[in-house]
């Protein structure tokens, strides 16, 4: 690891005493987790706020510091959506899935594939880590097709939403390699064909589907709400699949939130041992997870 360059954000008023507990605290769960993989879905607030950015950074570090193996996954909606305003095209989303011509697919490649996924490979770096920056194409990591969008209601019915993947499979070889020394993997949800043809593909789908391939510990997605909220607004902690069923049928959970809740419950199922949706406007939302009691969010039950 080089050395910091970037102060550390953690508020220097905490008294020495408080500071020693709070550090012996966080031991039994550096033990639980060491040399365990974490995937982590990037996303919301907290990629664009530049004090959670930097706070975000710290933690991934000092999660791979203790000796865990963050794997970064981002999205990046809003930087999208600006770049499409530029060219003076609208975002359009089916099921919470962005259509995806020919034109917003570039978009898609440039602004995650590299100013995104640059941005945060330089932010780890400044806080001290290892980064390395890598689509689905480096390694031959996401293969994708066009996702075949079935409709939410009428099962019969299909939405053609472009360049838009689904997963075909996985090959975590280059991840485990970058594991196994000391970097730390930021992935962009780009996949590509069996032509070499590009795929956009939704960033949860992907954080999921890698978390269940490399058989994660955790997977924890950071997104710009406290969690999942109930008809009222109320935050549900803990969600098992029928209720999550219920959610859906009755479109309290709709947007972004159904592709972020399909692959959580798919993880979960898979063998993932603890999924959280959590609250990135949190600073150290993810620290607080990993080595506290502390939740801030909706845990995903297999059953
Ligand atoms: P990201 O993928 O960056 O985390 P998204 O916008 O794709 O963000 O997904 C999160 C959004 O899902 C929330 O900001 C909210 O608008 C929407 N959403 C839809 N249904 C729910 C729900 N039941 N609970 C919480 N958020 C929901
Ligand atoms: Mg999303």
């Known amino acids: 690891m080089t050395d910091h360059t970037a102060a550390p954000t953690v508020a220097p008023t905490v008294a020495p005493h408080d500071q020693a507990q709070i550090l012996a605290q966080a031991m039994p769960y550096i033990r639980k987790f060491h040399g365990k993989t974490l995937v982590i879905k990037y996303g919301g607030n907290a990629m664009t706020d530049p004090a959670l950015q930097q706070a975000f950074a710290e933690d991934v570090v000092l999660l791979k510091l203790v000796g865990m193996n963050p794997v970064v ?76 969008l079935v409709d939410s209601q009428d099962p019969t019915k299909e939405h053609d939403v472009g360049q838009v993947g689904e997963i ?51 997977l924890l997605m950071l997104t710009n709400i406290r969690g999942v909220l109930d008809k009222q607004g109320e935050l549900l902690t803990e969600l098992t699949p029928s209720r999550i069923d219920e959610l859906c049928a009755d479109g309290t959970i709709s947007g972004g939130m159904i592709p ?16 959280h949706i959590i609250d990135g406007r949190v600073p150290h ?12 969010g909706t845990m995903i039950r297999s059953r």
């Open 73 to 148: 996954v981002h999205g990046g909606g809003p930087q999208i959506e600006t770049a499409l305003k530029r060219l003076g095209k609208k975002g359009e989303f089916i099921q919470g899935m962005r259509v995806t011509d020919a034109e917003t697919m570039e978009v898609v490649e440039w602004v995650l594939g590299g100013e995104v996924q640059q941005d945060i490979v330089g932010m780890i770096n400044r806080a001290g880590g290892k980064a390395v920056g890598l689509t689905g194409r480096d390694g031959g990591l996401i293969r994708a097709k066009k996702l075949r």
């Open 260 to 275: 972020k809740i399909a692959g959580a419950l798919d993880a979960a199922k898979s063998g993932v041992n603890a999924v």
């Open 285 to 296: 939302a993810m620290l607080l997870e990993v080595l506290s009691e502390q939740a801030f």
């Open 168 to 218: 075909e499979s996985i090959d975590p070889s280059i991840l485990t390699c970058l594991q196994d020394d000391a970097f730390i993997p930021v992935v962009s949800p780009i996949g590509f064909g069996v032509n070499n043809e590009s795929y956009n593909i939704n960033a949860d789908v992907v954080a999921a589907k890698l978390a269940t391939v490399l058989q994660a510990e955790k």
